[in-house]
């Protein structure tokens, strides 16, 4: 698997294996020194190590305990984005089910602990799962936010925990589009915020961690993508592009997209980041996928559309004939 040769253990299709190259550092097992091993509990390494030999023997079960685990305790967020479905109704953010005794069962044999959103420094639970001390040094805690809450003791916590890698949702450096996007955001506050979170990240005694800007391609944007990876590598972090999903919005300038991608990728080369050359590429080349998966959308969205109609001329005919019939008992002497 690590030379690329997955054989028959995994599907092709395998969103993980299919990335694994873009997000080595998300994908990968960690990197520890000698030192930081040598400090880490007996079960963590005893269960690293049965990992690892699992996976060279290329056993496709194997009796471990997870490495990683990915929680989403509530899809609650402060902003509401043109192109998200999350945080559009309240709810209970506080949930029982992600208990710290579960946790701290899992905790000797985790290497990651990710939190997903919504905004997860939105939710109290989410807040509690990764801020709270549980004595596991060898945990690496990874989420994705959009950076308006990313201040305060927020920040003082983070500084304290063991950083794998935090994704910031921004999508434009481009203070009027970020208006059209993510409506409730501020997008000079949020920039001071993730100023100082590079500043954070940059002294951090444990790790000095990965920050990915994410960008989802959209009709808002979709001309800034060369900016945004200009602006996010002068400032110290990775852009992170990605194809809006659930409308058939870009169909239409798929090709300026496709442009606007390579001025991207030269960018990307003359500031020499190679994330962001591998990020921009893959995505440029699963552009003809996107395209057929596009259409086949908007077909399917005629399609409905055409069944809704026919449905709502057989409920207007029905309603005009049971007014007819009404009208002509009323009329009878």
Not at 4 to 25: T, Y
Not at 30 to 57: C, G
Request: contains cysteine; charged residues 30%.
């Amino acid at each position: 698997m690590l030379d690329g040769r997955v054989g028959d253990i995994c599907s092709s299709r395998c969103p993980i294996l299919r990335n694994r190259d873009m997000f080595f550092e998300k994908q990968e097992l960690y990197a520890y020194s000698r030192d930081e091993l040598s400090s880490f509990d007996e079960p963590f390494l005893r269960n690293r190590l049965r990992v690892l030999r699992s996976i060279l023997k290329r056993e496709t079960a194997c009796d471990t305990f997870p490495l990683r685990v990915k929680l989403h305790p509530s899809t609650k967020c402060n902003f509401k984005c043109v192109m998200c479905a999350v945080g559009r109704k309240d709810e209970d953010t506080d949930k029982p089910l992600y208990s710290e005794t579960g946790l701290n069962a899992l905790g000797p044999y985790l290497e990651e602990l990710k939190v997903f959103g919504g905004e997860p420094l939105a939710c109290p639970t989410s807040q509690r799962i990764l801020f709270t001390e549980r004595g596991f040094a060898q945990i690496q805690y990874a989420t994705i936010t959009n950076g308006s809450l990313m201040k305060g003791q927020n920040l003082d916590d983070l500084a304290r925990l063991r950083i794998g890698w935090i994704d910031l949702s921004l999508d434009t450096c481009n203070p009027e589009t970020y208006k059209k996007i993510r409506e409730g955001g501020d997008f000079s506050r949020v920039m001071e915020n993730v100023k100082a979170l590079i500043e954070v990240r940059d002294r951090h005694p444990i790790r000095r961690f990965p920050i990915y800007g994410n960008f989802v391609i959209q009709k808002w944007n979709y001309k800034e993508i060369e900016p945004f990876v200009s602006f996010c590598l002068r400032l110290g972090i990775h852009p992170n592009m990605n194809l809006v999903v659930g409308n058939t919005e870009l169909l239409g300038n798929l090709d300026a997209v496709k442009k606007h991608l390579r001025q991207g990728i030269r960018s990307a080369q003359q500031l020499d980041d190679p994330f962001a050359i591998q990020n921009l590429n893959i995505v440029l080349d699963d552009l003809p996928l996107y395209r057929r998966e596009l259409q086949k959308l908007l077909l399917t969205n005629l399609a409905n559309s055409t069944r809704v109609g026919t449905r709502l001329v057989d409920v207007a005919k029905r309603v005009r004939s049971s007014i007819s019939d009404r009208s002509q008992k009323t009329a009878r002497p």
